[in-house]
């Protein structure tokens, strides 16, 4: 069992950044790949980034390739996903996710575990 809690969610004015981070207990985190997904309101839960165990591969949609990082800190359990040049179109709630395996994924069913969310508005 892995417990996840999201922070650093907010309000920032487009052009902005913020800082997410996803503080892991339980099992050993850094035997597990994590991801960050988000969801606007009306609209499915969509793959952000994912990690490998080790942060030696990472995956980044589309959407968010140039402006967003994930890394992670396996000394602190902890995964982060750096957001820069952020659009109004970002706004949503940022989940934290863990699954077993050693490549990360965008497929959000793979994903056993889910922190509660961290609400982030962009306002244009």
């Known amino acids: 069992q892995v417990q996840l809690v999201e922070s650093g969610g907010g309000l920032v004015q487009a052009g902005g950044s913020l800082r997410l981070s996803c503080a892991a207990s339980?099992?050993?985190?850094?035997?597990?790949?994590m991801g960050w997904f988000r969801q606007a309101p009306g609209r499915e839960r969509d793959f952000v980034a994912a990690i490998s165990w080790t942060g030696g591969s990472t995956l980044h949609a589309d959407s968010v390739k140039g402006r967003f990082t994930i890394s992670r800190d396996n000394a602190k359990n902890t995964v982060y996903l750096q957001m820069n040049s952020l659009k109004a179109e970002d706004t949503a709630v940022y989940y934290c996710?863990?699954?077993?395996?050693?490549?990360?994924?965008?497929?959000?069913?793979?994903?056993?575990?889910w922190g509660q969310g961290t609400q982030v508005t962009v306002s244009s």
């Open positions: 996710a863990a699954r077993s395996g050693w490549t990360p994924a965008r497929e959000s069913n793979t994903y056993a575990y």
């Open positions: 339980g099992r050993t985190f850094n035997s597990y790949t």
